[in-house]
């Protein structure tokens, strides 16, 4: 929060704390798949249970990783498609161990492998920030219908004076128009305020493609 103001060229900064999570960008599904389809991905495990047990993994204690672990999760990071005989190969260890050793930092906590998922993939090419006021009453109720929707990537509980700020992503316009026009969680918020996001410079952690090196 200090080095921001003195970036070139930004004028003016906004901060926010986040109170509460109704739904992150790893639990979205953009209605695509079916539940069977998702539980097939999830390892047999209903997409809910998934997304509460990764929650519950233990925080790394700190210990420094060996030269072969630092490798595999270095390679993991810059392409997490790896197969287990590319990791292997990158940081000089058997397919065998290497699949071991991941495992084991999977379950330490040390290492999370989740998808940054470009919704112009899926056919939403239409992105917007919604900023949702609704009587203390009923935000509950709004941030719960608006984190049922596929067209919301995330739902959280902002201090300001819009209890709650969302992502979404629209096949186009006029789906994004509907989707704040129509839905009936409308009826018990006080205001929408729509920003339109023209592009997106990060995801998940990662540089857009246009921006790596």
Request: with cysteine; glycine share 8%; hydrophobic share 45%.
């Amino acid at each position: 929060m200090d080095e921001l103001p003195g970036l070139p060229g930004v004028v003016r900064t906004l901060t926010l704390p986040v109170l509460r999570h109704v739904r992150t960008i790893r639990e979205w599904h953009a209605g695509l798949l079916t539940e069977t389809e998702i539980a097939a991905l999830a390892g047999d495990t209903p997409a809910s249970t998934a997304a509460a047990s990764a929650d519950l993994l233990p925080a790394f204690d700190g210990a420094e990783l060996t030269r072969s672990d630092r490798l595999l999760v270095n390679t993991l990071a810059e392409d997490g498609r790896c197969t287990y005989d590319e990791l292997a190969r990158v940081s000089g260890v058997s397919e065998a161990t290497a699949r071991r050793r991941l495992g084991v930092l999977r379950r330490e906590g040390r290492v999370r492998v989740r998808a940054a998922i470009e919704p112009v993939l899926l056919g939403l090419p239409v992105e917007a920030v919604l900023w949702v006021r609704a009587v203390p009453a009923a935000v509950g109720r709004v941030a719960a219908a608006l984190a049922e929707s596929p067209h919301a990537r995330y739902v959280s509980f902002v201090t300001g004076e819009r209890q709650l700020l969302a992502l979404t992503a629209f096949p186009n316009e006029a789906a994004l128009h509907d989707f704040v026009t129509r839905s009936p969680w409308l009826d018990e918020a006080a205001s929408v305020e729509v920003s339109m996001v023209l592009g997106s410079l990060k995801r998940g952690g990662m540089l857009a493609p246009w921006l790596r090196g």
